[in-house]
C-alpha cells in the first residue's frame, strides 16, 4: 500500500494504471495497457514469462492477469480470494509458479482486520491455474511485499509490526528474520503502515517506509 496521503496514494496509483495515452512525454511515451474500471485499486503488477501480466487487486480480492498483446488487451479472472478482503504483493518464485498475499484490509474503510493475513501460491503451469494456501501468518498484524529469495524461500515485509519474515515455500515454516527501527511505523503516521515495497537487488533488501516517506536497504 501506497499512502502518502490517502488521495495523493489513490492518484498515484491511478495514474500508473488509468494514464491516458494522450498523455506522453517525448522521451518516454506512456500507452494504457490496460484500462480497469472506476474505483479499481491495482495493487502490484508480476509479468510472467510470456509477457502476461499479473495484477493484484486491493479493492476486492482477486487476481487478474492481463494479456497485452491481444488486441484489445484482455483480462480474465484468475483467482478470487474472497473472504479475504483484498490481495497485496506478488512475486514469482519459479518460472509460471507465483505467490501472493491475501489479507482482510478494507479499502473502503481504511481499517486493517489483523491476525488474517496468508501466504498462496498459483501455478500457473497447467492450463487450469491452482491456487493453494502456503501458510496462515496469524501472528501477522498485516503483511505487504514479498521479494523472492531463493527457489523455496520468499521475504515479506509485516507491514504494522515493522519486520521482515523469512517464508520457506515449500513447507509453509516461517520466522521473523529482520527486526530493524526503521521499518517501525512512525508517530506520524495516520495508518498503522511502516516497511511496505521490498526488492531483492544482488545481496541487499532495498525497502520503503510508506508513513515514514523513507527509503532503505
Ligand atoms: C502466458 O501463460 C499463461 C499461463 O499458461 C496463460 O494463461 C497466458 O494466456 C499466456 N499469455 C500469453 C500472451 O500467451
Ligand atoms: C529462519 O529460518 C531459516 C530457514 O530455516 C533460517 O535459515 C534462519 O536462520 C531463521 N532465522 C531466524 C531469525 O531464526
Redesign the pocket.
Known amino acids: 500500500m501506497h499512502f502518502s496521503t490517502i488521495s495523493t496514494a489513490i492518484r498515484t496509483l491511478l495514474t500508473f494504471i488509468i494514464l491516458p495515452s494522450t498523455v506522453s512525454s517525448t522521451a518516454h511515451p506512456f500507452i494504457t495497457t490496460y484500462q480497469f474500471a472506476k474505483g479499481t485499486w491495482v495493487e502490484n503488477i508480476a509479468v510472467?514469462s510470456?509477457?502476461?501480466l499479473f495484477v493484484s487487486l486491493l479493492d476486492r480480492p482477486q487476481l487478474q492477469?492481463i494479456?497485452p498483446?491481444a488486441d484489445p488487451p484482455t483480462t480474465t479472472l484468475i483467482h478470487d480470494f474472497s473472504p479475504y478482503l483484498d490481495l497485496l504483493d506478488i512475486a514469482e518464485i519459479s518460472p509460471?509458479i507465483f505467490a501472493v498475499i491475501a489479507g482482510s484490509f478494507s479499502a473502503t474503510t481504511f481499517t486493517l482486520r489483523p491476525h488474517s493475513f496468508s501466504v498462496w501460491k498459483i501455478d500457473?503451469r497447467h492450463s487450469t491455474?491452482r491456487a493453494s494456501k502456503i501458510a496462515d501468518i496469524t501472528e501477522a498484524l498485516s503483511l505487504n511485499g514479498i521479494a523472492r529469495l531463493n527457489l523455496h524461500a520468499v521475504l515479506i515485509s509485516g507491514s504494522t509490526a515493522g519486520n521482515v519474515l523469512y517464508l520457506n515455500t515449500e513447507t509453509g515454516a516461517y520466522n521473523i528474520t529482520i527486526d530493524d527501527a526503521t521499518m517501525k511505523v512512525v508517530p506520524s503516521a495516520m495508518l498503522p503502515v511502516d516497511i511496505n515495497g521490498m526488492k531483492i537487488l544482488d545481496d541487499s533488501l532495498p525497502y520503503t517506509n510508506s508513513l515514514g516517506k523513507t527509503f532503505y536497504r
Open positions: 510472467l510470456n509477457g502476461s492477469l494479456n498483446f509460471y500457473m491455474s
